[in-house]
């Protein structure tokens, strides 16, 4: 549950719960928790390295090894490091498949590179898009629940997802109400900033955009490059 080893250090890691549901849809469906480590360590080969590490052949489904791969890209974005800096390991028991945990394995990730801790109460579920968004997932009552009776006392959801179908009543409700009846603290997470902040307390700088015209090029770029549209065009 806490990020161990310093920045720099051989090898870094921390475990965290991540949350799923399984169905069919209706009376049965249910929720639960799984403990998943992230182990970052120095890479010193060509190339990058990203691993899932599985208890049984086939236990770790294509889904969430893409998962792996996006959080592992988006984590070296945001620390403002190379994907091919270190060795990316996720570890995790069962069968488990999805992209859900996308959300979580970013912040944990970011986490490690950051030498920060993560709060071992605390889980979320959501997509991680490219750029650093949550997307939506589903059956995040039976998630909320799964988690709530694994002990843990916050959870955050993706961003337009507070109106949500549960998946046993087929009733769509209120996120943050049905958290309260779970005991869970619950937050809507827009992106991977708010989810590592939610994971740790500490808050990543946002890159602040530049106006048009800090952007534009000089004169002599513009012309070299209108010289060169004309002779492709000519080509062509």
Known sequence: THATG????QARTATV????????????????TSATTVR????????ARVGVIEEFAGGAGNQWKTAAWLAAFSSSRIAGQSLVDHEFLVETGGQIDGPSAGMLMTATMTAILRGKAVRADTTMTGTINPDGSA?????IVQKMEGASKAGLKRFGFPMSARNHVDLRTGNTVDLVEAGREFGLEVRELHDVFEAYEFLTGDR????QPLDEAEMDLDADTAQRLRTKNAKWTARL
């Open 204 to 207: 990543l700088a946002r890159a």
């Open 135 to 139: 997307g939506p997932v589903g059956g």
């Open 40 to 47: 970052i360590t120095p890479n010193s080969k060509d190339g």
């Open 17 to 32: 719960q991540a949350v799923w549901f399984k169905g069919p849809v209706g009376p049965g469906a249910s929720g639960g």
């Open 6 to 9: 310093a920045p720099g250090s």
